[in-house]
């Protein structure tokens, strides 16, 4: 992920979620952030889906190194419930690294859990989640939102596709049609938020082209940014 020109990106030490994303005065995110910095999606034996959020981590532990070499903020969750009938619970890792000299920041996320009837298996992780300030054209603002779908989307009003019957719906299977799925619809990996005072670029840097959701929904008052 990168802003241009000078950053600063800034975590709730309570929750873990980002609760600031700037480019000097320009703040990206939505006043407060969103709720959680990321979303697990499991499913279990009879394949039902089972979530889990870092909001719910019963501990959470924020440190933060800085050298010559830049900034690494560590985020440790520890026993994220799944359920509120079993005791079974989920941790995760969250590393965001700030190299010196470049306005490239690095996240990477490492789940640990013990596979069982309730949790067979890990389907997806939506990480980082972002909420960004719905200051798009179509909403008064000057900013534009590139989404890689086909040969690619700038969008300049987040409910327009809902207008057109293609409002977003969360990826499940069979996904039913037209969705942020790449390999496929979507061509790309990457997305950004583009204005005249800065620009904010997400990417997945995945040469192996792993399956991914690269997606974008109005939320709340905000734009919500779906990987």
């Not at 070499?69 to 995760?92: N, W």
């Not at 300030?133 to 409910?159: H, I, K, R, T, Y």
């Amino acid at each position: 992920m990168a802003s241009e020109n000078s950053k600063l990106v800034a975590f709730n030490d309570k929750t873990g979620a980002i609760y600031t994303l700037r480019r000097g005065d320009k703040e990206f995110l939505l006043h407060g952030g969103a709720r959680d910095l990321f979303m697990l999606r499991f499913r279990n034996a009879t394949g039902k889906p089972v979530f889990a959020s870092s909001s719910k981590a019963v501990s959470v532990e924020h440190t933060t190194k800085t050298d010559d070499a830049g900034t690494v903020d560590k985020l440790e969750f520890r026993d994220i419930p799944v359920s509120p009938y079993f005791p079974q619970t989920v941790s995760a890792t969250v590393t965001v690294r700030c190299p010196a000299g470049t306005d490239m920041s690095y996240w990477r996320i490492s789940v640990d859990f013990q596979a069982s009837p309730l949790l067979e298996y890990l389907e997806c992780v939506e990480f980082p989640i972002i909420l960004l300030n719905n200051d798009l054209v179509g909403a008064g603002g000057s900013s534009q939102l590139f989404w890689p779908l086909n040969e690619g989307c700038l969008v300049e009003d987040a409910d327009e596709r809902a207008i057109h019957g293609f409002a977003y719906s969360p990826m499940e299977y069979p996904t039913g049609g037209w969705v942020g799925l790449y390999p496929g619809p979507v061509q790309m990996q990457f997305m950004a938020m583009t204005n005249p005072e800065g620009s904010l670029y997400m990417a997945a840097h995945d040469p192996d082209g792993h399956p991914k959701e690269i997606e974008y929904a109005p939320d709340e008052s905000g734009i919500r940014i779906i990987y």
